[in-house]
């Protein structure tokens, strides 16, 4: 909820939005500053009484007394968590192909067949695509393959890299790349490649075989086993590199929660841990393509989400208390914002979201469109976020389009008329994908939002754990991790 203060004399016309949770209540402002305060001093600031002088330092520090602001360091703390509205996009997804051999319950990608019919992109579009993205005014461009799989359409994926680094050097800016792949079709010859042209590589791991392979059907093996093999040969790698002449990245892997993940948490967890990844992402399911489809069988509401969202994070926040390194990704982007007053880019959490202005989405047959989850609504035949064709767009067509422009109004918190008013409206954002494939409108309808209650679920959790001593240190120390 919004306050404005008039009553008391030491927050004259001072506004802030609150929210109470369990412990306290959290204040937060347009600067993005934020208290948590006890019920009863609260109370003290809504009835007008006198503020003890430990509140009234704490409120004053965070730019909650208007006639004690330190606007230098206020405006420094704005200006660096809103640094990308400045920027252009940065991150550039490349669909190389459609073509894929899983066939994942959950896959938002629109994955046809190994043996469907034609859908990669050809060399021509994927050089495209690289003059594209470094048209950015961005001084940081990343490229991320995906699919479909994108080892599908190896010989283009080779080519591009190979040309993104030669424009890198052209142009001097620097040149992230990262593969997003299910390993199946992994090599080592191709693991030779993208290792020594220092390309990341993320993969999908869903927990233990029992899990993991029922939420990625594999037709032609196990898909857990050759996920892990690849987990195992690239972290060694890593741990064994020698050759100082470029770096080799630690592996990834992203978890996407379905129903069968549900009580199953410490398993997920340990499972990672067990290969050394250092984070685990619970990432919600997405109302979008398959998953969409098939809801009622793998599917969950808010409440179960995030019962499975708080048990997992305590269970990896006793992990760390025995010594034992793993950080929750949601967690670890969120205390960044709000302590470190730092953009972790994460594009879906951002006012306005990432569409087009943070990322742009390159499909196999060269469409061009706000974001990935654009691109999988235009693969089932409505191309509202489409923003252009590389063809016959250029970089500021794809700026001035009429989908870029909605996506930028309707993920603005300011026009949201429950966000506007949320005491987690500074370090939060919303979908316009997700609110149209979910609500059949871009603006949503953020009171029956289950995004909305998941995430406002999970800033309750951390701010809760925030009030409690050892948890708190275990997850502070998780922002340090992500500079």
């Not at 050809?122 to 950015?136: G, L, P």
């Not at 042209?197 to 857990?224: A, M, Y």
């Not at 470029?246 to 990672?272: C, Q």
Request: proline share 4%; aromatic share 12%.
């Amino acid at each position: 909820m919004a306050v404005k203060i008039k009553e008391n004399k030491k927050l004259d016309k001072t506004s802030f939005n609150f929210r109470k949770i369990n412990g306290g209540v959290v204040l937060s402002n347009d600067f993005g500053c934020h208290c948590v305060l006890s019920e009863k001093d609260f109370e003290k600031i809504l009835k007008g009484k006198k503020i003890p002088s430990y509140l009234e330092e704490r409120l004053s520090e965070a730019g909650f007394i208007s006639k004690k602001m330190d606007f230098d360091k206020l405006f420094s703390g704005w200006q660096k968590k809103n640094s990308f509205l400045y920027t252009g996009p940065g991150l550039n997804i490349f669909v190389l192909t459609l073509r894929c051999n899983h066939k994942c319950l959950y896959c938002q990608s629109g994955a046809l067949s190994q043996n469907g019919k034609k859908s990669d992109m050809s060399w021509q579009t994927a050089k495209k695509s690289v003059d594209m993205a470094f048209s950015s005014p961005n001084p940081n461009i990343s490229i991320e393959f995906q699919g479909g799989e994108p080892l599908a359409n190896w010989p283009v994926l080779e080519k591009t890299v190979k040309y993104a680094r030669k424009k890198q050097k052209d142009s001097k800016k620097n040149l992230f790349i990262a593969l997003v792949s299910n390993l199946s079709l992994m090599d080592e010859k191709k693991a030779e490649f993208l290792l020594k042209n220092e390309i990341s590589i993320c993969t999908s791991l869903d927990g233990p075989s029992f899990i993991h392979n029922k939420n990625r059907p594999f037709s032609l093996g196990n898909s857990h086993s050759l996920t892990v093999k690849w987990i195992k040969y690239f972290m060694k790698r890593h741990d064994e590199q020698k050759d100082l002449s470029y770096r080799i990245f630690k592996p990834s892997a992203l978890l996407t929660v379905s129903k069968n993940s549900l009580g199953f948490h410490k398993e997920i967890i340990d499972e990672y841990v067990s290969l050394g990844l250092e984070s685990i992402f619970f990432r919600p399911l997405s109302p979008i393509g398959y998953a969409a489809k098939y809801w009622d069988k793998i599917g969950y509401n808010s409440k179960e989400f995030l019962s499975f969202y708080r048990k997992g994070l305590e269970y990896i926040i006793s992990l760390n208390l025995k010594g034992k390194k793993i950080s929750e990704k949601t967690a670890q982007m969120l205390l960044t914002k709000i302590f470190d007053f730092k953009d972790p880019g994460f594009l879906d959490l951002r006012c306005p979201c990432g569409a087009s202005v943070g990322q742009i989405a390159y499909n196999w047959d060269g469409s061009i469109y706000t974001c990935d989850e654009g691109r999988m609504i235009g693969w089932e035949g409505d191309d509202f976020f489409k923003a252009g064709d590389i063809n016959k767009s250029s970089y500021k067509d794809i700026i001035n389009s009429s989908a870029t422009k909605g996506c930028m109004v309707t993920s603005n918190l300011e026009n949201q008329p429950m966000c506007f008013r949320c005491a987690y409206k500074p370090w939060c954002g919303v979908c316009p994908a997700v609110n149209y494939e979910a609500q059949k409108t871009p603006w949503g309808n953020i009171i029956s939002s289950q995004r909305c209650e998941i995430f406002m679920g999970i800033f309750d959790i951390l701010f809760e754990l925030l009030g409690k001593k050892r948890e708190s240190e275990v997850l502070k120390s998780w922002i340090s991790e992500d500079k």
